[in-house]
């Protein structure tokens, strides 16, 4: 199975930063690569996939890049409602894995 | 709208089955795989397996083998997770989840159900 590693576990920042978050890979994975937000108590949602695109209706302020086995997540400009944990995950080869979590917390 | 709804909260007792239903709604059913992804409390996600809404195939994670079933219902529209012999560590929020790749067990998860909460206690 491919190992995905998240980074950091969690960060605290203020309304207005730009955030980064970090995903590896054990192996290279093509840019197969999904972003997700979950709130509490609410069911993950998708907002980038194939690493760098956009899910219809995702505000631009989140975008992803990277290749290989290291890529991306940035939130350009932290709004309230982006408090919340971030997982990342691979489908480059089955079983689909996830990231372990991080979670923005309000600074 | 695509929408996938989950059937209501269990609680199950240790070495019990439980059978937790997804209807799917607002696509074509059988153009999409489906997914099962658990998350234990406070902790992250874990996919258990994929279903073909199209020919029934499936392909589950090498920990549950022999534990899960996954099956479809094509007139309803309704995709199931039975999963056998529960113990504690079960106890989690189950999710379905369409692939949005369509019929490849590879892929992400545009649409999710809104999760069923599985607790197993004696």
């Known amino acids: 199975d491919i190992q995905m590693t998240q980074s950091p576990s969690s960060l605290s920042a203020s309304v207005g930063d730009r955030v980064t978050i970090t995903c590896r890979a054990s192996?290279?994975?093509?840019?197969?690569l999904a972003w997700y937000q979950q709130k509490p108590g609410k069911a993950p949602k998708l907002l980038l996939y194939a690493a760098s695109r956009l899910e219809s209706g995702v505000p631009s302020r989140f975008s992803g890049s990277g290749s290989g086995t290291d890529y991306t997540l940035t939130i350009s400009s932290l709004q309230p409602e982006d408090f919340a944990t971030y997982y990342c995950?691979?489908?480059?080869?089955?079983?689909?894995?996830f990231g372990q979590g991080t979670k923005v917390e309000i600074k | 709208q695509v929408q996938l709804v989950q059937s209501g909260a269990e609680v199950k007792k240790p070495g019990a089955s439980v059978k937790v239903s997804c209807k799917a709604s607002g696509y074509t059913f059988t153009s999409y795989g489906i997914s099962w992804v658990r998350q234990a409390p406070g902790q992250g996600l874990e996919w258990m397996g994929w279903i073909s809404a199209y020919n029934g195939n499936t392909n589950y994670a090498q920990k549950l083998q022999g534990r899960v079933t996954m099956t479809t219902d094509t007139s309803t529209s309704t995709a199931y997770m039975e999963l056998r012999s529960l113990r504690s560590d079960d106890t989690a929020v189950y999710y379905c989840?369409?692939?949005?790749?369509?019929?490849?067990?590879?892929?992400?998860?545009?649409?999710w159900g809104q999760g069923t909460l599985v607790t197993v206690s004696s």
């Open positions: 989840a369409r692939a949005a790749r369509g019929r490849t067990t590879v892929t992400h998860f545009d649409y």
């Open positions: 192996q290279g994975i093509s840019n197969s």
């Open positions: 995950q691979q489908y480059y080869s089955t079983p689909p894995t």
